[in-house]
Nanobody, 127 residues
Framework: QVQLVESGGGSVQAGGSLKLSCATS????????MAWFRQPLGKEREGVAA????????YYLDSVKGRFTISRDNANNMLYLQMNSLQPEDTAMYYC????????????????????WGQGTQVTVST
């Protein structure tokens, strides 16, 4: 059973930065497609970024392109999300998720396509 634990959330002012981390255990991390999702209060969960098993392919929600960077460290079973130029609309609970599929880019933004989830970490951006 894969376990995911997020950390690094917090409260920042607009324009600030945060780096989220996701520690994984219970599986061969290098074989899983990984992603970050977020869910603002009262809204649906949406895909923010995804990364292929080797890290060579990345995918982003249009609104975060150029501001967020997803990365992974397969040697240490870690997933990251560097978030720069944060805006109030980025306020949400952020989740990491994993799935075991052949093509990481197909359906990456759909939460229904992911098998394992962390408990989430809150990001709050104020004006």
């Amino acid at each position: 059973q894969v376990q995911l634990v997020e950390s690094g959330g917090g409260s920042v002012q607009a324009g600030g930065s945060l780096k989220l981390s996701c520690a994984t255990s219970g599986g061969d991390f290098s074989t899983y497609c990984m992603a970050w999702f977020r869910q603002p209060l009262g809204k649906e969960r949406e895909g923010v970024a995804a990364i292929s098993r080797g890290g060579g392919d990345v995918y982003y929600l249009d609104s975060v392109k150029g501001r967020f960077t997803i990365s992974r460290d397969n040697a240490n079973n870690m997933l990251y999300l560097q978030m720069n130029s944060l805006q109030p609309e980025d306020t949400a609970m952020y989740y990491c998720a994993s799935r075991h599929v052949v093509y990481c880019g197909v359906g990456w933004s759909g939460p229904e396509n992911f098998e394992f989830w962390g408990q989430g970490t809150q990001v709050t951006v104020s004006t």
